[in-house]
């Protein structure tokens, strides 16, 4: 591919390597799953069905990703440990938080309806994802004994509080009873009022769920006689215990203790500030212009599989503008994307205080919303095409501190995107033509622009200027200024948009006379 001019803004991308012999644990949380609970009348204090489809997505990630070895769930949330020799992504740790909140969300939506059959999901969940670098076991140790504390804890008070709301009180009033309240008072609350004894409740509400691989003998054929033949295989396996920070819990296991580390002795009450000290965060520098950029994770296989037309599928680069529409409108710090094939990239104003700046937050929140928008909006624009397996885009968040700089990144993701469909164009016409893909990448070997231009000319017909511009230009999406006529994602017909409204444009954003005619949208208010 050929260097261009803009290529220096790549020097601005952070290092953000989770460094050995660190453990990498990553931790997703659902984001605002109060009003996604309410919503989709979750049952009160625990909806089960959702619980079980919360550990069906973690099962999901650990076949997904090797690497993962245990994972630990309650509510909307849930935490992921990489085995200690991980090499995962290169140990990055925004694609490494990006991926897995990615591919939990993309799960969670291809799964509704096989947990709520009866329910529609009426908007797309996603959810925020923070990594933790732990230094030993003994932060490990401490950290799971801390969440399975805090399950222990909101579960006995959400218990309590919705118990008192069904018997009459407001929500209010419960939580004015349950003010300050100890751990054996609200045992004998729920005794002594509505005759629960709190240590009979299902354990997957209390104890939170456990997952992890270890080794399971399966038949993996019959031989001549029909006699089963099996083996020792990998397998991730639930478990619910009391305490999954005990010793006795973790060193009974070959698999955690060999791929994660010994608990050498067993530990009281976790101090959230001491394992919060592991956290790895990077704050987002103060009034630069931050990027997200997003990229579909092995789309070539995922374009295959799904029988993608080469050299582009107008179909599927729509589908990307519509999840990008839908991140617009649910952030509004986020004033302009710009995208191409399978990646995307979103420009938070300069002022942006969005999640304080933490750039693990902000890259998976909008990694998954993208993720799940695009499971949901499939079948819109594939009625006739099953989606066969969840996809997933990994992220990273990059500061760029002046405005030039800022177009002069989006100007390098649109030479790409010429450079890319040009050649792309060309050789899918060769491998049409009757070459062997080899055959096509050794004629196009060294040829230039113009090269390319009068080949698809001569020898196919096509004029390549005259290619729609979705294909050439890639694809814009901002919030309208007053009424104007865009493509709106279509090639030919426009239509008008009101003002304000988030619109998708394919126009020349490398000249700077698109930005001078459209002052707006990177102040906009």
Not at 84 to 109: D, G, M, N, P, W
Not at 157 to 174: D, F, P
Not at 300 to 312: A, L, M
Request: glycine share 4%; net charge neutral.
């Amino acid at each position: 591919m050929a260097n261009s001019k803009y290529e220096y803004v790549k020097s601005f991308e952070p290092e953000d390597e989770v460094m050995l012999p660190n453990l990498i644990l990553v931790r997703i949380d659902g984001r605002d799953f109060s009003r996604f609970s309410q919503v989709h009348e979750f049952a009160k204090p625990n909806d089960e069905a959702a619980l079980n489809l919360m550990n069906s997505c973690s099962s999901a990630v650990l076949e997904e990703f090797p690497d993962i070895i245990f994972a630990y769930g309650y509510s909307d949330e849930y935490s992921f440990v990489f085995k200690k020799t991980s090499r995962f992504y290169q140990r990055r740790a925004s694609k490494i938080l990006s991926l897995v909140a990615s591919f939990f969300a993309s799960v969670y939506v291809t799964k509704w309806k096989e947990f709520f059959p009866q329910r529609e999901l009426e908007y797309a969940p996603f959810f925020t994802s923070k990594v933790v670098s732990c230094a030993s076991p003994e932060v490990l140790q401490a950290y799971l004994a801390w969440r399975q504390q805090d399950c222990h804890a909101n579960n006995q008070y959400e218990t309590c509080l919705w118990m008192l709301v069904k018997s009459g009180k407001t929500i209010s009033e419960a939580q004015e009873v349950l003010k300050d309240t100890q751990k054996q008072q609200k045992n004998e609350l729920l005794f002594q009022k509505f005759g629960i004894n709190y240590k009979t409740l299902p354990e997957l509400f209390r104890q939170g769920s456990c997952l992890f691989k270890t080794k399971v003998e399966e038949t993996v054929k019959h031989d001549e006689n029909g006699n089963p033949v099996k083996r020792l295989r990998r397998k991730a396996v639930f478990v619910h215990s009391e305490n999954i920070a005990a010793r006795s819990f973790w060193n009974e296991h070959p698999s955690l203790y060999n791929d994660l580390g010994l608990f050498t002795k067993d530990i009281g009450k976790s101090e959230p500030d001491f394992v919060r000290s592991f956290q790895f965060e990077n704050k987002l520098l103060p009034l630069t212009w931050v990027v997200v950029r997003i990229d579909g994770c092995h789309f070539h296989r995922f374009s295959d599989v799904h029988e993608f037309e080469k050299p582009n599928d107008e179909q599927a680069l729509k589908l990307m503008n519509s999840c990008a529409v839908a991140v617009l409108e649910e952030f509004e710090d986020i004033h302009f994307a710009y995208g191409v094939s399978d990646e995307y990239s979103f420009v938070l104003k300069r002022e942006s205080e969005l999640y304080q700046r933490q750039s693990g937050k902000i890259i998976s929140a909008v990694a998954s919303l993208f993720t799940s928008t695009y499971v949901i909006k499939w079948g819109d624009f594939f009625p006739l095409e099953e989606l066969k397996y969840p996809p997933s885009f990994d992220g990273r968040a990059v500061c760029y501190p002046t405005y030039k700089i800022l177009l002069d990144y989006l100007a390098w993701r649109q030479v790409d995107c010429h450079i890319n469909n040009q050649y792309n164009t060309c050789f899918w016409m060769l491998v049409k033509s009757g070459k062997t893909k080899t055959q096509s990448q050794d004629y196009l070997k060294g040829t230039q622009t113009r090269e390319k231009n009068e080949l698809l000319s001569r020898q196919f017909g096509i004029e390549y200027n005259t290619l729609p511009l979705i294909f050439r230009m890639g694809s814009s999406v901002y919030r309208s200024k007053g009424a104007v006529a865009v493509e709106n994602g279509v090639v030919a017909g426009k239509k008008l948009k009101r003002e304000g409204e988030v619109v998708v444009d394919h126009c020349n954003i490398i000249e700077r006379g698109f930005w001078e005619e459209q002052p707006h949208i990177l102040s906009y208010s």
